[in-house]
């Protein structure tokens, strides 16, 4: 069944307030939030855009890759003129999530990107490639903690960079 993007958009939070209400990894949401920078070929190549962008983005707050990269897109939309972003959460959302399975579970986040007329452009998520095959190359050998150690270490040397 297709996704009616006009209902969901009205239905989808903005980021202000999904990040109001934050329960869990509140710190990391926060500093992510304050340290979001856009470089200046992002800000040219989205602010381009002819017919705008709109993001959808499947997302939860206990999700250590939705607390390292949601905050970089909303950033993205608070300082590109045309650009729009709301939130969805992932598990109220259920039948939308399931249009958007990645190797066949909910992984998050997940932007599904949009025209201003709400026009399905493609989707990104869950996380940028480099990245994801890291996580596949050690997921067997390293500790959960560790892992996340070096998740939220790439992240931050990377600022967001791969995922724009």
């Known amino acids: 069944m297709p996704v009616d993007f006009a209902a969901i958009w009205e239905e989808a939070e903005p980021f202000s307030r999904f990040l109001a209400r934050v ?3 509140q710190s990391l949401w926060e500093g992510s939030t304050r340290a ?7 800000r ?3 602010g381009g855009l002819p ?25 993205l939309a608070e ?12 598990d109220g959302y259920p039948l939308v999530m399931d249009q958007y399975l990645t190797n066949g579970t909910r992984s998050i986040p997940l932007a599904i ?3 201003r007329d709400l026009k399905e452009l493609g989707r990104w998520g869950p996380r940028p490639v480099e990245l994801q095959n890291f996580v596949t190359k050690n997921l067997a050998e390293m500790t959960a903690e560790s892992l996340h150690r070096e998740i939220r270490k790439w992240y931050v040397s990377d600022r967001g960079n791969a995922m724009l």
């Not at 979001?36 to 992002?42: H, K």
């Open 23 to 25: 329960a869990k990894l």
């Open 36 to 42: 979001a920078v856009i470089p200046d070929w992002a």
């Open 44 to 46: 040219t190549r989205f």
């Open 51 to 75: 017919n705008g962008l709109r993001m959808i983005v499947l997302n939860a707050d206990w999700c250590l890759d939705s607390a390292s990269s949601v905050p970089t897109l909303a950033r």
């Open 79 to 90: 300082v590109v003129p045309g650009v729009e972003m709301r939130v969805l959460d992932r």
């Open 113 to 115: 990107l949009l025209d």
